[in-house]
């Protein structure tokens, strides 16, 4: 089994729906990552995570330790928003989920 | 702009060939870090590198190597390449557990 796990694995969505993707993890953390890869682009980190929300213009981060669990939310969706979105969490090094693949359709 | 850059976005190589992918950080980060992607799989660490000189196995080091000469350069190595190298690698690097930036990444074809 993983140590991360993300869900759904692939998500299409219209344009203006607000969106969740899910990360749940089975060791204990110091920090959670979310990080954001374009098509054929590289890893751009949108959250950094240790407790509680964040949030920047459309984008939500949640995250409960206790429950071992995070979501990454978008409102508002826009196409320029399709890319695969990533969870990571750091232990005693930095593990990965597989990955989310959002597509919006205008 | 500070940044991790990866010196072929895309490559083709023979089966046998040996080939270098190159990675250099301009942010005097310690720590280096080489992963492949695939598809269902996720980031795999492959090799990474707290320092000049130095190298760890990650969780796939078979058929790869690694060099670290300067603190801002890791290259990893395919010393002989197979069609089951076939994948997207992407080099990171920090200073701590919090901060990791990415390069854009090599996708490589091997034939």
């Known amino acids: 089994k993983n140590e991360v796990e993300q869900s759904p694995q692939n998500l299409t969505a219209q344009e203006g729906e607000f969106i969740t993707i899910n990360c749940s993890y089975s060791?204990?953390?110091?920090?959670l990552h979310w990080l954001q890869q374009h098509p054929g682009g590289g890893i751009v980190s949108l959250f950094m995570l240790s407790s509680g929300k964040k949030k920047h213009g459309r984008l939500i981060a949640t995250i409960n330790i206790q429950e071992k669990h995070s979501s990454l939310h978008i409102t508002a969706s826009h196409p320029r928003d399709s890319a695969v979105y990533i969870c990571?969490?750091?232990?005693?090094?930095?593990?990965f989920g597989a990955g989310t693949r959002l597509t919006v359709k205008p | 702009d500070v940044k991790v850059t990866q010196s072929s976005r895309y490559l083709v190589k023979r089966t046998g060939e040996k080939v270098f992918l190159e990675c250099v950080q301009d942010m005097d980060h310690e720590n280096m870090f080489w992963y492949r992607q695939d598809p269902g799989l996720g980031l795999r660490l492959i090799y990474f590198s707290y320092d000049v000189k130095m190298k760890e196995k990650g969780d796939i080091p078979e058929g790869y190597s690694v060099s670290r000469e300067k603190k801002e350069r890791f290259s990893l190595i395919l010393e002989s390449a197979s069609t089951n190298q076939t994948s997207m690698y992407l080099c990171?690097?920090?200073?701590?557990?919090?901060?990791?930036?990415f390069g854009s990444g090599t996708r490589l074809t091997v034939v």
């Open positions: 990171a690097s920090s200073t701590d557990a919090y901060g990791y930036t």
């Open positions: 990571a969490v750091f232990a005693n090094d930095m593990r």
């Open positions: 060791v204990g953390i110091s920090a």
